[in-house]
């Protein structure tokens, strides 16, 4: 789990507070797998369209609202349409398959389900995963009524707009995956004992029982944050991430992510001075 908030974003410059009464899932409505892509488009001063509390991919869950900081609160959000919804429930969108075309509405066509049906359960157990988290440090009960609603449901209870996600995906894939579900799974998971405590160790012996290549994976994990990062202010105002993207020298993508050996020396080559 990654926290990236959506500083830039008029929601989180308002800054409001709610008391969590529950949870609502949704999903994009757009084939797009990357949160990252997401994250880039609402972290703008103009974007005033919607801002969410976290967005779940298949292979990284990032938190972009503050959500796990007071038990019982977390800042408000725009993502149910309307006011019953966002004053009380913290909303978490999961991204979907690029292996689906939307053919209007909440209907899509199918192009690949068997690598659609991998991305929604990877995203699926992840989104159960931080549900999970967030009942446990709120206190909630996810079988308790209207603790954990879709944003389809929330609609039908005349609490959010009217929507169908996530369930649409669901249904259109052939899955008999539910709401009722999602709910027995989070409660299932939260009958077990917390991950967090098994994590009572301290650094060093954490650090100790790292293998070289678990170590590795913990800096990509540290990269991928790092390559989420806009670039910094005093490099617009020089502008030399910008000449270097025109040169060709990059690809203009992630400017605060470390360079490795092998992207230095390709950039010496590409200006020449190998030869
Ligand atoms: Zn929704």
């Given at each position: 789990?990654?926290t990236r908030?959506?500083t830039?974003?008029p929601?989180?410059r308002?800054?409001?507070?709610i008391?969590?009464?529950g949870?609502?899932l949704?999903s994009?409505?757009?084939?797009q797998p990357d949160p990252?892509?997401?994250?880039r488009q609402?972290?703008s001063?103009d974007?005033t369209?919607?801002c969410?509390?976290?967005f779940v991919?298949?292979?990284e869950t ?5 959500i796990?900081e ?6 408000r959000g ?9 004053d009380a429930?913290?909303?978490?969108e999961m991204t ?12 899509f ?7 659609a049906l991998?991305?929604v359960?990877?995203?699926l157990?992840?989104a159960?995963d ?8 709120h206190?909630?009960?996810?079988l ?7 944003h389809?449901?929330g609609g039908?209870?005349?609490i ?5 996600d996530?369930?649409?995906l ?6 008999d ?5 999602f709910r027995?799974?989070v409660?299932?998971r939260?009958?077990q004992?917390s991950?967090?405590?098994d994590l009572?160790?301290t650094?060093?012996?954490l650090l ?7 170590a590795h994976?913990l800096?990509?994990?540290a990269?991928?944050?790092a ?10 105002t020089?502008?030399g991430?910008e000449?270097?993207t025109?040169?060709g020298?990059t690809d203009?993508t992630a400017?605060e992510r470390p360079a490795?050996?092998?992207e ?8 020449g001075?190998?030869e």
């Amino acid at each position: 789990m990654t926290t990236r908030y959506l500083t830039q974003n008029p929601c989180y410059r308002l800054g409001r507070t709610i008391r969590v009464r529950g949870l609502m899932l949704h999903s994009v409505g757009t084939p797009q797998p990357d949160p990252l892509v997401f994250i880039r488009q609402f972290d703008s001063p103009d974007y005033t369209r919607a801002c969410v509390h976290g967005f779940v991919g298949p292979e990284e869950t990032w938190v972009t609202l503050p959500i796990l900081e007071t038990p019982g609160a977390a800042m408000r959000g725009w993502h149910g349409g309307m006011t019953a919804s966002n004053d009380a429930y913290i909303g978490i969108e999961m991204t979907e398959p690029d292996t689906i075309r939307y053919t209007g509405g909440a209907s899509f066509q199918v192009l690949d389900r068997e690598a659609a049906l991998v991305h929604v359960r990877q995203v699926l157990a992840r989104a159960e995963d931080l549900f999970t988290r967030l009942c446990r440090f709120h206190g909630l009960d996810p079988l308790a009524d209207g603790v954990i609603l879709s944003h389809a449901e929330g609609g039908r209870r005349g609490i959010a707009t009217n929507h169908a996600d996530p369930e649409h995906l669901w249904t259109g894939l052939g899955m008999d995956y539910t709401m009722d579900r999602f709910r027995r799974n989070v409660a299932a998971r939260l009958a077990q004992p917390s991950k967090e405590e098994d994590l009572d160790m301290t650094l060093e012996e954490l650090l100790d029982q790292l293998t070289d290549q678990q170590a590795h994976q913990l800096m990509q994990k540290a990269h991928r944050h790092a390559a989420s990062l806009p670039e910094p202010d005093w490099s617009q105002t020089e502008g030399g991430w910008e000449a270097a993207t025109g040169l060709g020298l990059t690809d203009g993508t992630a400017p605060e992510r470390p360079a490795k050996r092998a992207e230095v020396a390709a950039m010496l080559h590409r200006l020449g001075l190998l030869e």
